[in-house]
Structure formats: C-alpha cells, structure tokens
C-alpha cells in the first residue's frame, strides 16, 4: 500500500518558517518526480515545486528564493523549506508522487500564516 504522509505544517507568523516532510511507503520515492502542491482556501490546487529523480529542481516564481525542496532517498523523504512566509502562502500543502501515468497525493498538511 502505497502512502505519503506530510507533516510539518502550523501557525506560523509573517517572516517565519516551516519545513514540511514528506515520508513515503510503498514506493521508492527517487524513481519518481515528487511535487509539493498547495491549496489555498476557495482556490484551486496548484504546484509550488517539483524535484526530479535526477534532482532537478523547479519552484514556481512567488516562492524563488524563499522556498526551497530536497529529497532523502536513503530515508525515502521528501522535504519544503519555507522562509520568509509571507499571508499569502497559507493553505493545505500537498505531497504527489508521479511517475508516468502514476499518481499518489498525500493527505495534506496545513500552514497558516499570520501577518
């Protein structure tokens, strides 16, 4: 059975940080692109960033420079390091595992960050 279980999330004031972890089960997380999503409230689900198997890193533009994702392999972990946090980065941040047609999300964790 395949999971991924994100933690790390809470309440955070403005200029703060977080690091989120990813723990996956079931799959070998390296073979995969592993993707941190985020949903705000009333807002559809959108990328914040990708790490490929080989380490190539993308991260959307409102979070460059402040924002940055790693990958574990030997513990299969995932990770966010969020600085700086801004109100705006508040929502539920989303684990996804994808390779070819194969997808798996976690359940999510939330950040909230108060100005």
């Known amino acids: 059975q395949v999971q991924l279980v994100e933690s790390g999330g809470g309440l955070v004031q403005a200029g703060g940080s977080l690091r989120l972890s990813c723990a996956a089960s079931?799959?070998?997380?390296?073979?995969?692109?592993m993707n941190w999503y985020r949903q705000a409230p009333g807002k559809q689900r959108d990328v914040v960033a990708s790490i490929s198997p080989r380490g190539n890193r993308y991260h959307t533009e409102s979070v460059k420079g402040r924002f940055t994702i790693s990958r574990e392999n030997a513990k299969n972990m995932v990770y966010l390091q969020m600085n700086n946090l801004k109100p705006e980065d508040t929502g539920v941040y989303y684990c996804?595992?994808?390779?070819?047609?194969?997808?798996?999300w976690g359940q999510g964790t939330q950040v909230t960050v108060s100005s």
């Open positions: 996804r595992a994808i390779r070819g047609p194969t997808i798996y």
């Open positions: 079931g799959i070998i997380s390296s073979e995969y692109t």
